[in-house]
């Protein structure tokens, strides 16, 4: 690829905004509820589309009952071979669920799969907004997250790459040709806090803007992202026996998400008042400092490595070149 | 009752420190773990008794789960009625776990009580501490109250009445002759913070010493507390339709329990950004903004009212006095 080459991209026609992933973060479900009445009024107005996204509510029975999940994490179902392969238990209802989703927004790995899926999720860790992904080099993802960057100073916004392959990817967002989870804190699970609502709103909205600035033709120039790679998760101290925690973390890393964690820096407290340093030998940037379902997973943090991104300039196919791209993988396909 | 007259009460024999009623409520849960192996290796080394207190964990399935409760809310279970009258479905977890914490504790309302219970809750409010108890004439938790306020000059700690009677009264708390929920906030419930549960570490700490000098026969001088005697709840705005929330607390109220709210002043922000304000008379205290829990009670904040309270001087009973009181009490039973 060349410096100053702009490189040319799909449309991104179908865009999915899915809230309710997990059934007790409030933001996103409450989110795409009010855009659900937003369109719903647009149709009866006969207005031109008003939220131009498909909205999905992914796991409504968990929502109903205001839990992270019925049977099992569904943002976790989403592997290649989990879907594709045998359906393990059928009484599982996230399992089943999983799949339902793959019919509407996939099939993930397929032409038919949505452009676009933008997950919306809170956590308890002051994070900020983040958007997650499985790819350093999904070109559409990086743009989005320097727009927002830029259309919403006052926030910190990161970006969080999750060093897998798309197959492995497990989340809801994997689905789609292209996508990120958008994770919004802190915000206690089971509470919606006006002001995390509204940061979600505005990066919803910026997110589809840019969306709609991109399918018009306007071309976004090459630059330079940070992005936050993890390399590996933490877990409380534990006790051997119980396998009760014995320690939570330190009130000087507690809410420091992305502040540098340093060997020797404080990083948990025991109970009964001890203080046990971070024993790792690189420096790494902490976050999901406590998130609240992640004690279940044995993660009471994760810890990443700074990265400087170059990304290529981009803008939308012409028709022709559509046209001309379609024919070419058609008799590649036939070769 | 005289000005300076000192008031003798009856030694606190027995104290009990409750965690887990709410299984989601982390620090009294670790709390009283602590506590309870900090008791075995103190009798382990046959040291004089480490914690003078009973120890109890209320809701173990719920804590197993990491929910507030299995069936219902156990807190709720405590009234007069509920523990005295025909058992209303025994497949209730919670109405047979509240009449076996009754027989421990209790039974409430008679000479068998407990002196004292200290029950640990967590709130997603911004309450700091608070003491919440049905009584504003109980004179051991309004020491109490004024001793951990003046000890622990670095945190906001509050008393909260609720204007019922104790057979009314629905809380663990009011099982025992004296008794006070201690509850600490913000926490999210499933997570543990270790500057709350430091708070709530010293708070336990300093009440059993308070318990401890007015045993030994120490004086407490009379004088002024603040307390809040709650007025009334108000609901989050809901679709008539779903019931479904349609606002959240506004920007302005959200973590600010305890200032003042005056009429008109924003009270609720809907989703879709309209402000609505507080159409109340009065200006009154708010608390439990935002609490986790209370979405499904109906109740998106409390209101109180400040009241100063004047408390006598306490100290003791001798053990003639108390000898003494034990036989008017008993000719009077005669009678």
Not at 91 to 106: K, P, Q
Not at 264 to 282: A, I
Not at 321 to 328: D, P, S, T, V, Y
């Amino acid at each position: 690829m060349e410096a100053d080459k702009v490189m040319c991209l799909p449309k991104l026609s179908r865009v999915a905004v899915c809230g309710g992933t997990h059934g007790n973060e409030m933001s996103g479900i409450y989110l795409v509820k009010e855009l659900l009445k937003a369109k719903a009024k647009g149709v009866e107005e006969e207005e031109e589309e008003t939220v131009p996204a498909l909205l999905v509510l992914s796991n409504p029975r968990a929502m109903q009952q205001c839990r992270r999940y019925i049977d099992t994490d569904l943002n976790r179902c989403f592997t290649h071979a989990a879907l594709t392969g045998p359906m393990l238990d059928p009484e599982l209802y996230e399992l089943v669920r999983s799949r339902e989703l793959n019919a509407t927004l996939g099939p993930k790995g397929s032409p038919e799969a949505v452009d676009l899926i933008c997950d919306l999720h809170n956590t308890t860790a002051n994070m900020g907004l983040c958007l997650i992904s499985h790819s350093d080099c999904d070109w559409i993802c990086l743009h989005i997250f320097r727009y927002l960057q830029r259309q919403m100073s006052d926030v910190p916004i990161r970006y969080i790459h999750l060093d897998v392959s798309n197959k492995e990817a497990y989340s809801l967002d994997s689905v789609g040709k292209h996508g990120f989870a958008m994770e919004i804190g802190p915000q206690p699970h089971g509470v919606v806090r006006s002001n995390v609502y509204a940061v979600m709103k505005a990066g919803v909205q910026h997110m589809l803007d840019w969306v709609t600035s991109f399918n018009s033709g306007r071309a976004f120039e090459s630059g330079f992202v940070d992005v936050f790679t993890m390399v590996k998760c933490i877990d409380y101290p534990r006790d051997s026996k119980t396998h009760n925690i014995t320690a939570t973390i330190h009130p000087e890393l507690q809410d420091r998400d992305f502040c540098l964690l340093c060997p020797e820096d404080p990083l948990f407290q025991t109970f009964s008042g001890e203080t046990l340093s971070y024993k790792g030998t690189e420096p790494l940037y902490p976050f999901f400092i406590n998130e609240c379902a992640y004690y279940e997973k044995g993660i009471a943090l994760c810890l990443a490595r700074q990265r400087r991104l170059r990304i290529p300039a981009i803008r939308v196919q012409t028709e022709q070149e559509q046209q001309a791209n379609k024919q070419r993988s058609a008799s590649e396909e036939e070769e």
